[in-house]
């Protein structure tokens, strides 16, 4: 294992090398797509299951990534890994990982909640690894750059809750709206990963939107663990996601009630001020659409009073800023790259 | 003018005369195929300014109905109109068409606020009728199905508000949720109408889903005119409204929170029991997707709890129960049909 | 088994009763969709294995239909069934069937091919039933009615075989144009079945165009043993069909070159005489958009001619005219019902 | 007017100075998107008629390009200019563009056709600057790579016959297949532009296609123009292009028999020879889905044969490869910039 301070010194003027467990779903093809054209990236290892033998560009639309897809977990040598793979599978294999001097970007819930024990509530299973939640910093750039410059194991952030904790943490941090949230998420389909089944089917999603997991969606539980830290008063969180007849793009429409006494304006500068300072957050005049962050890593928000509710709007590419992109703008703090580096901070229209 | 009762016991046994003016717009267009397959009914006129002189079934795709299109507003000699006209226009005309004895389905919002000066406030512009709103009836069949039956004006809800309303109404009623109410609303593109614009672009609002009129809708002061004699206590209501891609279909998404004390199953059988008494609301135990009501005059509804918040969500097809086929219900309702002549009860999957 | 035409005299005047096999696929759901509306039959059973034992209003979204789903293939005391199942499946059964005195119409390819040596040629299987091939007829119904009148065993076309032969053979009869045809088909991903898989998962079809089966489709051999027999001369087709991404519709844009010294109008007129006549041809003056037949049985044509070379667009509902719809078009014909009985002659646009 | 050899040489170790003139258009947009990120050019004019005064970031969602909208067509001190304008705007304005030292891009269709007389035919309009045409080079590169190098004028090609002229010249100049085409293509709605009409209204377009300009498209007359030189013996076309529930994204499927006693192989061989040697054309071994080329500069194509006709698929991007990506393509080739600078090799799928 390399010391660790001599590796991220190091990277910082050369190449890291890379590799992407589970690159044939949809967020590792995404991580595959951004790191193949990193500056600052030598993308070496691709691993996938299904696809293990064939070149990965054959396997994959649209892909010029010429590398043969490896089966199983090893790694090969690499400065750093991204984890795109079932729950519980990345949490198994982390601490080798980890011992081989790779840093690890796990893409799954698997190191996102506060502990095993919640954990175990929500997913239902006993976590491999319960050692290494201490060691596991929450890849929201815009609210854990500091952590992250020195973490060896990030925990990149599901879309639901990088939508919704971007649009509610400055609100809550700030005490300046009652911490009674409700989140109301659009998702395009390609949220629900590669796997074909009847509620992912283009003739039963196309021309239809439908809520989901309204009794209880394992994102709301994530959300919370990064809400209740920010709110000097209970939270209470009501989540709801929606199936939205789209391929990409996410929509969190949140509500929050603002404190007594409280000015508007002074909740919604609070707002405007933290997208002026950070690269891949934007503040719209208008409730943002998705369509205008699509294949960037942006957020783009909109803060609208109505009554005396606060209404925050806000868009993502779930692949993009909601997992691969994000994963990769964590890795940039990590290494010392510019933070933009490999990521688009503009969309394409239409 | 008619006698009324002599007009009512007429109509269930023979066969009305039917006129659409405003025709050729999204709501008229629909009016038209429904009147046009309608058991009990000959349409007879259909008016519509752009496309005036033509034959019906050339200036509409796909349409059958063999009948040059008339320009103004005289109807011939009918027994009812539906008027799918601007805001204004069917007011400024309503007491025309009452005086030769037709009844008047009214589309537009013209009648369905509390009185003239919320009008003006809501539509900025002084109406043109204000006598007439004391005659009008609001009609949501399901809430005010008996004042329908000798109603000669009938203002059709919005397609927001019926969704909102069939999912709120009952709870309101009841008295065991709290009447703090939001709504948070999808609606495919045809909700927007026929006028082309930049919004409504195909590239534009393809793959994209946004939120608009987020500081204030005008269906939000029809939706609290219908709330606030529901409720014992003030009611407080936000509502915003989305964008979604896809032409037709309606989602409501409603957060109301249950009182104290409450059963949550006592609210929502409350639903349970209402959907078994009525012809067009089915209880779905999963939420309904708003493809399974797509070409039907059916809202269909489910009542999910999540921590103290009761979510119902409510789906419709704008353009049916949300428009044409509310105001053929009604109709069906004013004459002594069968609630269900002429209008789906099921809907064609996928 | 009942007498034929004591069956046929009876029907005309009474209800029949009507059973669907396969009905929880996207084509027996359309089935079961409009034999339920009906005014000349009662639906009593519904058959399907993965639904087996559930209220067919439970099992499919949006059906009112309240019965049981049956699992086999025993219809109990019908006297029409719809098969809409794999192939090989409804000719395995279909003696049994009629030999109980049922009219069987056959959704799938197990009739429509010349005889069995064709059939095994295409689909790769021994026939089940060979003897049957005599007793078929093929249920396109605009070029088979008189045979159909008095059939038994009724083989529904495929949905591309029914808008290119519609496009093609008054043409070829006629011997006005060279008999080398080129189809291009464009379809919508409802046509692949219900079935989940990579091709038709939403984020995969959505937003894309593709061609398949280029190198030879089995619907290709359905349309040449249509065309054969059409033409004097030897026929060349080359068929490609396209997956397009829209859940519903399908056209055939077909090319034709005119024979030399040949009027172009004189071919035109063929399809515009052709439309005048039949109940569910509509012939456009500009190529028909899908959307305006959706839920129809309405094949509507339009007729263009560019050079030498006449084009030739049909667009139909694939569900529709190309399945469902065209096979209970074949029952009306067949059972001396209105020939538009059940079945939509116009659509609601949009 | 700068020596154009001096231009050139400085280029290639410099920076370009780039203007857009029609930049809120869908191609001028691209072409901002991509300039914007090109590693050799210094976006410094951006001209639009509707936005004139606005910032541009401001003005087109998603953009970061934070320069203000000029209007009037006067570019300032820049090498080069990307013109997408309404037809006969650019041509009038080239002579001094030229004049003032910029290489010209014009993505009309001004500079496209063989020469006035022609414009005139299909554009109907006296072309306001016939001189201009011998200077002008049809900027398809795979094709003009050559005299590109020392070009002033470059016309970029419509969308449709890029698509359709790489999937047909490699055969045609071969001489192995008889020069009777047929060109049946599906586009995007993009590709229709930016102004709102019915025919691109959401509600109309969204779930359905259609043919349209089947008597006669001018894209026609360009590939036309292409291809005579391309073939030793006249040549016969058919072009039909279609409108496809989508964005992005253009699919030519091409028809061509192969000649007598010839080789299918040998046809096919030079497509994926060709594929070898360019940099973004790519040969798939089925049909491309245009999804797999959405936001890069691909074309990706197939040969298969079916009985004695070659199919071959060409998809693109119709505003990259189609548009705004193959002007810089050009570009890069002009100033002898690295040929894939600024331009995606490969997509982000899904």
């Given at each position: 294992m390399q010391d660790r301070d001599t590796l991220r010194r190091v990277a910082a003027t050369q190449r890291l090398r890379a590799a992407v467990a589970g690159s044939t779903g949809y967020i590792g093809m995404q991580c595959v797509t951004l790191l193949a054209a990193h500056p600052n990236v030598d993308l070496v290892t691709v691993l996938g299951h299904s696809t293990a033998g064939r070149r990965y560009s054959e396997a994959v639309p649209g892909s010029d990534v010429d590398i043969v897809v490896g089966d199983g977990l090893d790694l090969g040598d690499v400065d750093i890994v991204f984890a795109a793979l079932p729950h519980t599978v990345a949490a198994g294999q982390a601490q080798a990982w980890l011992d081989a001097g790779a840093v690890v970007v796990d893409m799954?819930?698997?190191?996102?909640?506060?502990?095993a024990a919640e954990y175990q509530r929500w997913y239902g299973v006993t976590h491999p690894a319960p050692q290494l939640f201490e060691r596991a910093v929450y890849g929201l750039v815009e609210m854990e750059r500091d952590r992250l410059r020195s973490s060896d194991l990030i925990a990149a952030p599901g879309c639901y809750p990088t939508a919704a904790l971007i649009a509610t943490l400055p609100a809550l941090r700030s005490?300046?709206?009652?911490?009674r949230i409700i989140v109301d998420a659009k998702s395009g389909?390609?949220?629900?990963?590669?796997s074909p089944s009847l509620s992912v089917h283009f003739a039963e999603a196309n021309e239809s939107v439908r809520a989901y997991g309204?009794?209880?969606?394992r994102h709301r539980a994530e959300m919370l663990s990064q809400m209740r830290p920010a709110s000097a008063a209970d939270v209470s969180l009501t989540f709801v996601p929606h199936l939205v007849p789209m391929t990409r793009g996410l929509l969190a429409t949140v509500y929050m009630r603002i404190g007594d006494?409280?000015?508007?304006e002074a909740v919604t500068a609070l707002y405007r001020d933290l997208c002026c300072r950070e690269p891949f957050l934007r503040y719209d005049e208008s409730p943002p659409p998705t369509k205008s962050v699509l294949g960037s890593n942006v957020a783009a928000l909109n803060c609208t009073v109505q009554g005396d509710t606060l209404v925050v709007t806000a868009a993502i590419d779930n692949l993009v800023k909601g997992a691969a992109g994000q994963g990769i703008q964590a890795m940039n703090v990590r290494f010392g790259f510019a933070e933009t580096a490999g990521l688009a901070t503009a969309s394409a229209w239409p």
């Open positions: 799954s819930a698997d190191f996102r909640l506060a502990d005490g300046l709206v009652e911490p389909v390609s949220g629900a990963g590669r309204v009794a209880g969606h006494g409280v000015d508007a």
